[in-house]
């Protein structure tokens, strides 16, 4: 089993909150990590375009409706 897969079982194991917990830090870590490179400010500029103009999508974690 691959140090991974080790990770991915444990994750399963963990409560709701601490699920929460791990995906909030794994999301600074990430983001610690980007470079503000043209490609990623015509992304952030994009994305800034598609919520003025309506284009989104609504992230619903929990699977409710």
Do not use: C, Y
């Not at 980007?34 to 974690?61: Q, S, Y």
């Amino acid at each position: 089993m691959s140090a991974l897969e080790q990770i991915e079982e444990q994750v399963k194991r963990l409560s709701k909150a601490e699920q929460e917990a791990l995906r909030d830090w794994l999301e600074n870590v990430l983001e610690d990590e980007l470079e503000m490179t043209d490609e990623f400010k015509a992304k952030i500029e994009r994305g800034e375009k598609d919520i003025r103009e309506g284009h989104v999508r609504i992230r619903n974690p929990e699977g409710r409706g």
